[in-house]
T-cell receptor, first 113, second 109 residues
Framework: DAMVIQNPRYQVTQFGKPVTLSCSQT?????MYWYQQKSSQAPKLLFH???????NEADTPDNFQSRRPNTSFCFLDIRSPGLGDAAMYLC????????????FGPGTRLTVT | KNEVEQSPQNLTAQEGEFITINCSYS?????LHWLQQHPGGGIVSLFM???GKKKHGRLIATINIQEKHSSLHITASHPRDSAVYIC???????????FGQGTRLTINP
């Protein structure tokens, strides 16, 4: 049974057109993470939510925002996608902040045309 | 500095060969993950280790805390094992998962 679900799996958007990626979880975990992974690179943490507490990484561009309306769902909003934002976006969850076990979703591959 | 280094970056082998991928890290980790990613795919967690050794099917992961080193072994490798294998360490101070660059494994029939 899928525990961390990401929709859509593939997303194509136009340069500058806002796009939203979705992540949901059935684990009832407190922490949800968003990572960006560009081709042949390691995943890079963008931000995470601990419950409703939003934590942005210092080098995450302002173009990237996130929302967590409830425990199960978390959204990644890219306000004005550029060509450089084309990447795999990975959602992960963990039980709490000190729990080092993370569960990854299948990812959403974003293409910007 | 919280770092994770993997070797080799690329590995090509014949079906049936024994595969070893290495990972070294800095002081201060609580646990180490081995992850698998197929081309164009998402990440699957293979193992999480804080000490000793774990085995799942043909995959074995070991960690040596004193040497700050972990290895992932694949026995009787198969073309379906072809993927990128990523080592990631949980640094307790930063409360963050730090990823290695990955090892691209290709198993030829």
């Amino acid at each position: 049974d899928a525990m961390v679900i990401q929709n859509p799996r593939y997303q194509v958007t136009q340069f500058g057109k806002p796009v939203t990626l979705s992540c949901s979880q059935t684990l009832n975990h407190n922490v949800m993470y968003w990572y960006q992974q560009k081709s042949s690179q390691a995943p890079k943490l963008l931000f995470h939510y601990y419950d409703k507490d939003f934590n942005n990484e210092a080098d995450t561009p302002d173009n990237f925002q996130s929302r967590r309306p409830n425990t199960s769902f978390c959204f990644l909003d890219i306000r004005s996608p550029g060509l450089g934002d084309a990447a795999m976006y990975l959602c992960a969850t963990s039980r709490d902040r000190v729990s080092y076990e993370q569960y990854f979703g299948p990812g959403t591959r974003l293409t910007v045309t | 500095k919280n770092e994770v280094e993997q070797s080799p970056q690329n590995l090509t082998a014949q079906e049936g060969e024994f595969i070893t991928i290495n990972c070294s890290y800095s002081v201060g980790i609580s646990a180490l993950h081995w992850l698998q990613q197929h081309p164009g795919g998402g990440i699957v967690s293979l193992f999480m280790l804080s000490s000793g050794k774990k085995k799942h099917g043909r995959l074995i992961a070991t960690i040596n805390i004193q040497e700050k080193h972990s290895s992932l072994h694949i026995t009787a490798s198969h073309p379906r094992d072809s993927a990128v294998y990523i080592c990631a360490a949980w640094y307790q101070g930063a409360q963050k998962l730090v990823f290695g660059q990955g090892t691209r494994l290709t198993i030829n029939p």
